[in-house]
C-alpha cells in the first residue's frame, strides 16, 4: 500500500498534454487542478500496482478516506466543495479494471468512461470556477470523449494486459489475440471499422464537450479548450493514418501541440457563436447534479 502525498510533478510526469495546457490557467487553479491529477494518479497507481486484484485495496482506501474528516484527500474534497461521491464513481471504474475486462456494449463503454474520466470533468470544474449547473453534463461529456480517445490510442498496450475496452458487439470475430498481434492478425480491415466507429463516437462527445465552454469563466477556459484540442488531435492523427491498426502508439509532439493550440485559437475566440447546442447522447448519471 502506498501513503498518499500531494505529488506536484504528477501532471508533469504523467499528463503530458493537461501539464503543457496548465501553462495557461492562472496558479490558483493550476495548483489545484494538478492536487485533483495526483489524487487520481494515486488511486490509478493502487489500481495497476500488480497484477494482482487490487479490489479490496481500492475499497478499504476510499472508506479510510470517507471516514477521516483529517485525511488530506478528504480535506482536498471539502475545501473546493466536490461531493465525495463522485470520487466513489471513479473507483467504481478502477475496480472493473481488476477483473476480466469485458464491455459489452455502447451503453457499457459510455458508463466505464464516464466513471474513469467523466467523473474528472465533474470534480475539474469548481477547480476551474466553474458554478453553472448546466455545465456539468457538458464536463462530463468532455472526460467521456477523452477517455474514448485513450481508448483508440491503447488498444495494443490494453490487449496485452488483457484488458479490452471495445464493445462486443462491435468486435464480432475479432478476439484478443488479434489485438495482441496486429502484425500478423488476419482482420486488420475490421479492426480499423472498429476504430472508426470509436472515433467517430468520441466527436459526438467533444461536440458536447466544446459547447460547454461558454460556461468556464474567461479567465480559465483558455487553458480547459487546449487541452481538450490537444488531446483530440490524438484521435485526429490516428483518422489521419487511416485508422491504422499496431503496435505503436500514437503521440502528439510538442511542436504539435504548439500548431493545434495556434490553429484553434479563432475558434476559441469565437466559442460563444459556435458548438452551441447540446446533443443528449446517454442517460444522466446518479451524481452529475451534486
Same mark, same amino acid.
Given at each position: 500500500?502506498?501513503?498518499?502525498?500531494?505529488? =506536484?510533478?504528477?501532471?508533469?510526469?504523467?499528463?503530458? !498534454?493537461?501539464?503543457?495546457?496548465?501553462?495557461?490557467?492562472?496558479?490558483? !487553479?493550476?495548483?489545484?487542478?494538478?492536487?485533483?491529477?495526483?489524487?487520481?494518479?494515486?488511486?490509478?497507481?493502487?489500481?495497476?500496482?500488480?497484477?494482482?486484484?487490487?479490489?479490496?485495496?481500492?475499497?478499504?482506501?476510499?472508506?479510510?478516506?470517507?471516514?477521516?474528516?483529517?485525511?488530506?484527500?478528504? !480535506?482536498?474534497?471539502?475545501?473546493?466543495?466536490?461531493?465525495?461521491?463522485?470520487?466513489?464513481?471513479?473507483?467504481?471504474?478502477?475496480?472493473?479494471?481488476?477483473?476480466?475486462?469485458?464491455?459489452?456494449?455502447?451503453?457499457?463503454?459510455?458508463?466505464?468512461?464516464?466513471?474513469?474520466?467523466?467523473?474528472?470533468?465533474?470534480?475539474?470544474?469548481?477547480?476551474?470556477?466553474?458554478?453553472?449547473?448546466?455545465?456539468?453534463?457538458?464536463?462530463?461529456?468532455?472526460?467521456?470523449?477523452?477517455?474514448?480517445?485513450?481508448?483508440?490510442?491503447?488498444?495494443?498496450?490494453?490487449?496485452?494486459?488483457?484488458?479490452?475496452?471495445? =464493445?462486443?458487439?462491435?468486435?464480432?470475430?475479432?478476439?484478443?489475440?488479434?489485438?495482441?498481434?496486429?502484425?500478423?492478425? !488476419?482482420?486488420?480491415?475490421?479492426?480499423?471499422?472498429?476504430?472508426?466507429?470509436?472515433?467517430?463516437?468520441?466527436?459526438?462527445?467533444?461536440?458536447?464537450?466544446?459547447?460547454?465552454?461558454?460556461?468556464?469563466?474567461?479567465?480559465?477556459?483558455?487553458?480547459?479548450?487546449?487541452?481538450?484540442?490537444?488531446?483530440?488531435?490524438?484521435?485526429?492523427?490516428?483518422?489521419?493514418?487511416?485508422?491504422?491498426?499496431?503496435?505503436?502508439?500514437?503521440?502528439?509532439?510538442?511542436?504539435?501541440?504548439?500548431?493545434?493550440?495556434?490553429?484553434?485559437?479563432?475558434?476559441?475566440?469565437?466559442?460563444?457563436?459556435?458548438?452551441?447546442?447540446?446533443?443528449?447522447?446517454?442517460?444522466?448519471?446518479?451524481?452529475?447534479?451534486?
Amino acid at each position: 500500500m502506498i501513503n498518499y502525498h500531494n505529488d =506536484p510533478n504528477s501532471l508533469k510526469n504523467y499528463g503530458k !498534454s493537461f501539464y503543457w495546457a496548465s501553462f495557461f490557467l492562472p496558479n490558483q !487553479s493550476k495548483s489545484a487542478a494538478t492536487e485533483l491529477y495526483s489524487i487520481c494518479r494515486y488511486f490509478d497507481d493502487i489500481a495497476d500496482n500488480n497484477l494482482s486484484d487490487q479490489s479490496n485495496l481500492l475499497k478499504n482506501e476510499f472508506n479510510n478516506i470517507q471516514n477521516d474528516n483529517n485525511h488530506p484527500i478528504k !480535506s482536498f474534497f471539502k475545501k473546493n466543495k466536490i461531493p465525495i461521491s463522485v470520487l466513489e464513481d471513479l473507483i467504481k471504474g478502477l475496480l472493473k479494471d481488476q477483473k476480466e475486462v469485458k464491455i459489452k456494449n455502447e451503453f457499457e463503454l459510455i458508463e466505464y468512461s464516464y466513471q474513469v474520466a467523466g467523473t474528472v470533468g465533474l470534480m475539474m470544474s469548481p477547480l476551474i470556477l466553474v458554478t453553472e449547473k448546466d455545465a456539468k453534463k457538458h464536463a462530463i461529456d468532455l472526460g467521456i470523449a477523452m477517455q474514448l480517445t485513450n481508448i483508440a490510442r491503447d488498444i495494443y498496450e490494453d490487449a496485452k494486459m488483457g484488458r479490452v475496452y471495445l =464493445p462486443e458487439e462491435w468486435l464480432g470475430d475479432i478476439d484478443i489475440m488479434d489485438l495482441q498481434n496486429p502484425l500478423t492478425t !488476419s482482420k486488420k480491415l475490421e479492426i480499423k471499422k472498429v476504430i472508426q466507429k470509436l472515433l467517430n463516437l468520441a466527436e459526438l462527445y467533444y461536440h458536447n464537450g466544446f459547447s460547454g465552454m461558454k460556461y468556464i469563466p474567461i479567465k480559465t477556459r483558455l487553458g480547459i479548450f487546449f487541452a481538450a484540442k490537444i488531446y483530440r488531435e490524438i484521435g485526429q492523427k490516428i483518422k489521419k493514418n487511416g485508422y491504422k491498426y499496431s503496435s505503436e502508439r500514437t503521440f502528439i509532439s510538442n511542436i504539435n501541440k504548439a500548431l493545434v493550440a495556434l490553429i484553434s485559437i479563432p475558434e476559441f475566440l469565437f466559442l460563444k457563436y459556435l458548438n452551441n447546442s447540446y446533443n443528449p447522447l446517454r442517460k444522466k448519471f446518479d451524481n452529475e447534479d451534486l
